[in-house]
């Protein structure tokens, strides 16, 4: 079994940042390809940032390429979301996921999920 616990979400102003963090526990996190999604009200969940296990293969959503960046601390059993320049439309609630298929990661159907930690950036 493993948990995830994300941290780090709150209010932003459009144009500032946040990093978002995933505690795992429970089995072993370097065999496993981490990721985050999100969810906006009233919208489909989608994904945004995926890492595979060794760190070297990183996947990003076209809409947050080049602002989003996704890594992980095998020491800490930590991944991270640094997110910069954020927009209004960034606003969700963020998920971690975890899977030892990066395929099920990016798709939307890994085994393990956190509980989600909500990002509000204002405009």
């Known amino acids: 079994q493993v948990q995830l616990v994300e941290s780090g979400g709150g209010l932003v102003q459009a144009g500032g940042s946040l990093r978002l963090s995933c505690a795992v526990s429970?089995?072993?996190?370097?065999?496993?390809?981490m990721g985050w999604f999100r969810q906006a009200p009233g919208k489909e969940r989608e994904f945004v940032a995926a890492?595979?296990?060794?760190?070297?293969?990183?996947y990003y959503a076209d809409s947050v390429k080049g602002r989003f960046t996704i890594s992980r601390d095998k020491a800490k059993n930590t991944v991270y979301l640094q997110m910069n320049s954020l927009k209004p439309e960034d606003t969700a609630v963020y998920y971690c996921v975890a899977d030892r298929s990066a395929a099920a990661v990016v798709g939307g159907n890994a085994n393990y999920w956190g509980q989600g930690t909500q990002v509000t950036v204002s405009s």
């Open positions: 890492i595979g296990w060794a760190g070297g293969s990183t």
């Open positions: 429970g089995r072993t996190f370097s065999t496993y390809t």
